[in-house]
């Protein structure tokens, strides 16, 4: 008996009611659909007796009278268990996880905003991901809704308009202006990050509480990139979505775009060739090494050593090119295709490939002595942004920032997709917990990188390169897991025969890490912020960020930018005798 | 021309300092402007300078488009820098709205929002690009007075 018939034995057993209720799709993915007056019933069980403890996201759907929410809970980051249940739209309510999931409250605030749902218990905090002056009663995702009801409720994208937000009990919302304070007590500061970081995919702004120079409180604000691309995906094509979803993140691009396919090819029970899958996974690590060569250097542009971030963007330049010369393009390479690949590699490329890869082993292997050796590096780094072992299993993290504490979780692996399967690699874990471990890990996952792209191009099978996939999708849905460089990537895409999708959700890899750093910011020093942010890699980069600082004593605000903050942290460890002055590290 | 003004027009034509500021972008255009400032493509060579804060600054650097949520700190922005100033919009979502054209929670391009000096299209656009679109802009300041 399979592992998933086991727990479909499980689950009847338990409960007379689901006999026949819970759906196989494939043995790593099962369905179940609850009464909502079941549903804790039957989510603790699942989650508790049966150790589906990891939460991937949740998904709000619009069906008609009802409201749709599917919690995907995966066991040991391998199998996913769907669980759904229905709420209707006059009474829409639903209780919190967070109990279970702490992580789950941000999946929560995106059903409230988009859907409409009413979730119970939610923790205080700001709105998420609509605008601060969204109106009231306006819910995008809800079929009924069209753009232009926003401007008859007006109100939108007014400057300087302070709007009143519903506070309900479920859910806090900021004011406009970013100055919502965490802890107001007597004798702390509050300094607001942000809004705005550039060179981010999911820009964010932290307000930070201070006491003195400890941090004593975060709050994150996120949302002030979305710009409806879930909507989007509604009234385009799958063709055009696949173009979409490419640029939803323009460093992890091939991992949205992949991530989509394969959810659309699962339900139109597409064969994808061999060279395709081969094809599809050789950019998907080259798109890992340009990724983390990109994260080592504003890694080292954060701790003041700006001699590493001109060194590996220099070194991924070359990587680039060779992204160019197989894709046509830099960055969006747009080689994905339902049912397939766009384009081929012929074998006189296959030398300059395996050439600019040596050349960067090398390089990787030198950053590797610099992060065992350097002194200053090692100081700046170790014991900074800790987030144990338990924390990341409490909090969800994701990707590298999970696997250097300890977690031994990796999509490639646990739930191979693509070419992974048949190709061998380990995944790499660390167990410093801190963001010298995230750096590790990345160096380890560089090195990985190179074996792999070795062996898909020592055995790149023979073959066609597309399977033609039809026009119309049929219906169905299916969920789909990819390990982008920042972490776990998670689509669900549900068709309903026509040339547009129903609905397609998005779960970046960002969103679950990003909940992760207040914990790893919790009694430490301002300075160590920038790097502490860095770390998860929200594509951070070295540009400008306003900081406003309030002090609550004496009521007085002053304006800090990034590179101040950045600078004050370099100063605070120089005093302490940590330093990259005067260092020849070549 | 005054002495004066000759030396400010030669300091600001040689150091123009630039902000970079993401507007609602997906990030790839935001990367390729740093990397337009890295050893390979070396923009830092006409005395560009990447700042941290806009009351540095010559130059605002737009990507992406304008979302809803960002459009009043983008014109905040745009207001502290001081006078003369210049934008450019990077990218072809910071052109027109791009591919995200339609969608609920965009507005459109840069110049929905604040006035716009240099277009440089491309999704992204390149570093090449980004540093042939600066250069025409420094002509045009050059010539323009």
Redesign the interface.
Known sequence: MSEAEKIKNQIEQKFVFLKDALRIQREKRLWLEVAKDKFFEVFDFIVTQLDFSILNTITGTDEGADLGLIYHLSLKNQMVLSLKTRVPKEKPAIKSITSYFPAAAAYEREIVDLLGAEVEGIPGGPRYPLPDDWPQQQYPLRKDWKPEMLEQAGKVGMIGENVQYPIGPTHIISQPSSFTLVHQTKGEMVIPVGPQHPALKEPESFSVALRGEKITGVQVRIGYNHRGIEKGCEQRSYIQDVYLVERICGICSHSHSTCFVQAVEEIAGLQVPKRALYIRTLIAELERIHSHLLWLGVAGHEIGFDTLLMYTWRDRESLMDVLAMITGNRVNYGINMIGGVRRDIDSAQIPEILKVIDKLEEQTKYYIQVAQEETTLIQRLSGVGVLSKANVLHLGAVGPTARASGVDRDVRRDDPYAAYGELSFKVVTDDHCDVYGRTVVRLGELMESYSLARQILNHLPEGPLSVRAPRRIPAGEALSRYEAPRGEDVHYVRSNGTENPERVKVRAPTLANVQAVSKMLEDRYLADLPIVVAAIDPCFSCTDRSIQVIDLEQGKSNLMTWEKLRNYSIEWYRKRGVDFRGKRTV | MKLVQKVVHWARLKSPWL????T????????????AL???FDLERFGVQ?????RHADILVC???V???????L?RIYEQIPEPKFVVAVGSCATSG???H??????GGIDEAIPVDAFIPG??A?PQAIIDGMVKLLKKLEESE
Not at chain 2, 67 to 73: A, C, E, F, G, S
Not at chain 2, 102 to 107: I, K, S
């Open positions: 902000l970079h500021f993401n609602g972008a997906c990030n790839a255009c935001d990367i390729e402007i740093i990397a890295t050893p390979r990447l700042k941290g804060t806009p990507s992406g488009p979302t809803r949520q960002i459009k009043d700190r014109i791009g591919v995200f339609g969608l609920y929670n965009v507005l999704c992204p390149s």
